[in-house]
């Protein structure tokens, strides 16, 4: 099932020709950071997904995939979910200032209500030596339930507006495993990265 493999010093991708994860292992710790096929679309919504392949090639350990969709639905919603092979009992979100760590059981009435939470460029979960982050650079909604690591990408409420969101919409997230914890996995700097990419400027110098 295996179509494209990539390797670096780092993690090791694999994918098949579609663009489905299959793969992703942290070459330092030998984890594998996905625990069945990685990325699921859920409501059975049929759209185009295609892999950003220069963020695969490249020398970090994002999987970096640019959605481009023309979203037409109704009272639909459409989230990409990651079974990660992580045990772990809390997850970390970035908020406003800084970062925030939730319980992600169902013990209490209260935990099963956050079956989605508000994040803001990553949200990740670790073990002690080794964890998976989803970055993105503008979704906010996020679930983390069961071992699955999840991202809500568009929905399509029809009140208060009936043509909500009813346009083309251009939109990156990226997975990223790491040794470590978040803070020893730099995630808040590969966060960064993704929503500010370095650009380079030509200018002539008298």
Not at 11 to 18: E, G
Not at 72 to 92: C, D, G, R, S, Y
Not at 142 to 162: E, H, I, R, W, Y
């Amino acid at each position: 099932r295996i179509s494209f493999e990539f390797k670096n010093s780092r993690v090791k991708k694999c994918l098949t020709k579609a663009g489905q994860l299959l793969e992703l292992i942290i070459t330092a710790t030998a984890h594998e950071a996905v625990d069945e096929n990685g990325n699921k679309i859920y409501n059975g919504v049929s759209c185009g997904v295609y892999i950003d392949w220069d963020g695969i090639i490249g020398k970090d350990s994002r999987v970096e995939v640019k959605n481009e969709i023309d979203w037409h639905e109704h009272k639909q919603m459409m989230k990409i979910a990651f079974p990660l092979n992580v045990h772990a009992t809390k997850a970390n979100y970035e908020i406003q200032f800084g970062n925030v760590e939730r319980e992600i059981h169902k013990n209490t009435s209260w935990d099963a209500a956050k079956f989605e939470v508000c994040g803001h460029k990553w949200v990740d979960m670790s073990e002690y030596d080794y964890g998976v982050s989803l970055l993105n650079d503008c979704k906010y909604g996020c679930s983390v339930q069961d071992g699955v690591l999840g991202l809500s990408m568009l929905k399509s409420a029809t009140f208060p507006n009936p043509v909500a969101d009813q346009e083309l919409h251009e939109f990156t997230f990226s997975i990223l495993p790491h040794s470590g914890d978040f803070r020893q996995g730099e995630v808040v700097k590969e966060a960064v990265a993704l929503n500010n990419p370095a650009e380079a400027v030509w200018k002539n110098i008298d």
